[in-house]
């Protein structure tokens, strides 16, 4: 116990030096745990889509899909429905089409013309 820096150990520094090593070791594991399995950054498509839906305001529901949201947003917004349905296609091809840097373009022009300041 003389290496943990206790000269005269008693029961009670040997249950408070073990607590605090067990302690930093669940800090530790812990840290390195959320470092690891972290959520990932958002793609471009949906930082962009984030965008249509705060341009809509409207708020988007937890797991509510595009297709919903568009529901919703032709009979509540006061954006046109043809562009709503053309912003919600054009993220669906950016995000889970083919690899195709036109369709983020796409989205991102048809994003950016709700908003004459952008």
């Known amino acids: 116990m003389q290496w943990l820096g206790m ?5 009670q520094k040997m249950i408070f030096t073990l607590l605090d090593l067990v302690l930093g070791l669940i800090i530790l594991i812990s840290l390195l745990l959320a470092r690891r399995y972290r959520a990932p950054r958002p793609d ?22 595009p297709e919903a949201f568009a529901t919703r947003a032709r009979a509540a917004s006061r954006i046109d429905a043809s562009d709503i349905d053309d912003i919600t296609t054009a993220y669906l091809v950016a995000r889970y089409g083919s690899p195709d840097p036109t369709s983020l373009l796409r989205l991102k022009q048809r994003v950016r013309q709700l908003d004459p300041r952008q």
């Open 7 to 11: 000269q005269k150990p008693n029961w």
């Open 44 to 65: 471009r498509a949906t930082i962009l889509y984030r965008s249509f839906v705060r341009k809509s305001g409207l708020p988007l529901h937890t797991g509510e899909p």
